[in-house]
């Protein structure tokens, strides 16, 4: 080979091979980098040093867990779960949340039953009722797939509600109800409103007998104002037409626009318990973020967006959120962001390390403001608890186990990647130069022989080495 080809050939190889092995080495060190925070992070979040923890509370996935109204004297809550757990059906604390007892008698679990809704009567205290919504996967031919099951006895057993006025799909009632609220009268008006799965939202006015479609949107929440006696206002969480409110219980519906201009996309929609008085409402949108109105949906104010390219996918409140100020929302990457301000800053809670990635529900305990307890449901792990935990306790311990555990696991996949990616680009400086190598070496070559027509073309070149 010609002496300057060979030496702008091995000047090219040299530079790939150290720009090739510089790569290795700065992808080694940003995984490290990655493995070094995710691991501290996890543990910050999980040493029991009095603060907030994550501790792993049960195996089942709830789609819907519900307090009872007098939570802090009772100490009741209900859960739902869905059928993709071996065991689905409705679940019981009286000692909020410690020890569980299937609760589900009536309920036909055979069916693969699907918990989506559960809730308690405004006058709980007085008529022991609750109501939950439930999916049945296994239906015979004219059976519909939703039904409302009641209890009378605080959530112990069940009876089905026999339900007419919604339309049929064929031969099947489309009642599949996705979210209800009651009249906070409901003992003496019997108002239910509720929302079935791409139909629309329907009304009952004998408690959830006989309905009536007042809405035909895609919605997926629909929220009772708690002066719905007075003013008859009713707000709905719509997918293609945003915020609508209602204030003839139900017979017209109005765009909460002001503030909401062009979004759609709404999943909550949550009433200050004293809203008659403060007229505060609150509304979530997937990407754009969590919305406050002072004046009964006339005007709205972002309190929180989702960090860049996350779409939020759950959002709660404290009963008292306006004068204690506690929301929180999880994002679908699996982190949960607390607010003790009513949204004027928001931190993270470590979450994803811990829960092993995506969430599907959070709920604030209505206590929170004494207990700081806070629930999320992983899609993959199970329902877990956020609280304080004392220093040295076992549960401490436990945490920083499943901490531990999960920056491991978080650490292996880059750790390996990094390492197998190092290889490769190890392989292509020792003997990649023919795929690599060869097109310069031909223009260079080319380049010479136009300038040099005296010199006698070299034979086959070898990858880097001289021709006899």
């Known amino acids: 080979m010609n002496p300057s080809a060979a030496r702008l050939l091995m000047a090219s190889r040299s530079a790939g091979g150290k720009a090739l092995a510089l790569r290795a080495s700065w992808a080694v060190l940003l995984a490290m980098l990655a493995i070094g925070f995710l691991t501290a992070a996890a543990l910050s979040h999980a040493q029991g040093s009095g603060g907030l923890t994550w501790v792993k509370l049960l195996d089942r996935k709830p789609h819907v867990i519900a307090f009872s109204p007098g939570f802090a004297t009772d100490r009741l809550v ?7 757990d071996i065991e689905h059906g409705i679940w019981r604390s009286i000692d909020g949340g410690e020890t569980w007892v299937k609760s589900s008698e009536g309920i036909p679990e055979n069916k693969d039953v699907d918990v989506y809704e559960i809730v308690f009567s405004p006058a709980f205290a007085q008529d022991r009722t609750v109501f939950a919504s439930i999916n049945k996967q296994r239906i015979a031919l004219r059976e519909a797939p939703g039904a409302i099951f009641r209890s009378t006895d605080r959530g112990q057993t069940w009876h089905e509600l026999q339900m007419s006025g919604f339309p049929l799909r064929g031969t099947r009632s489309m009642q599949d109800l996705v979210s209800f609220s009651l009249s906070p009268a409901f003992a003496n008006d019997g108002v239910v409103f509720a929302v079935a799965s791409a139909t629309g939202v329907f009304r009952s006015t004998d408690r959830g007998v006989n309905w009536q479609q ?17 003013e008859h206002m009713v707000a709905v969480a719509t997918a293609n037409s945003g ?22 996309n709404f999943k909550r929609v949550i009433f200050s318990a004293d809203f008659a008085r403060d007229r505060t409402m609150l509304a979530m949108n997937t990407g754009d ?108 311990s436990k945490a920083t186990a499943v901490a531990v555990a999960k920056a491991a696991t978080a650490e292996a996949l880059p750790t390996v990647m990094a390492r197998e990616e190092a290889r490769k680009a190890e392989e292509l400086v020792e003997t990649g130069c023919i795929a690599y190598y060869i097109p310069p070496v031909m223009l260079i070559g080319v380049l010479l022989l136009r300038g ?17």
């Open 214 to 230: 007042v809405l035909e949107e895609n919605a997926s929440e629909v929220a009772v104002a708690p002066s719905y006696a007075r």
């Open 243 to 264: 915020m609508l409110v209602s204030t003839d219980g139900g017979a017209t519906w109005s765009p909460a626009h002001a503030g909401l201009e062009g979004m759609r």
């Open 452 to 468: 040099r027509k005296r010199e006698q073309s070299p034979s086959r070149a070898g990858c880097g080495r001289k021709q006899p």
């Open 289 to 396: 973020g969590i919305f406050i109105s002072r004046d009964a949906a006339g005007s709205w104010q972002n309190i929180a967006r989702p960090p860049f390219g996350e779409q939020i996918i759950g959002m709660s409140a404290t009963p008292s959120f306006v004068s204690d100020g506690f929301l929180a929302y999880a994002v679908k990457s699996g982190e949960v962001f607390l607010t003790e301000n009513l949204g004027r800053t928001w931190q993270a809670t470590g979450a994803p390390a811990l829960l092993g990635g995506q969430i599907e529900t959070v709920v604030l305990a209505p206590d929170y403001v004494a207990s700081r307890t806070l629930y999320a449901v992983s899609v993959y792990q199970g329902l877990f608890r956020y609280y304080p935990v004392v220093a040295g306790s076992e549960e401490a």
């Open 78 to 84: 209900l859960l739902g779960n869905s059928n993709k």
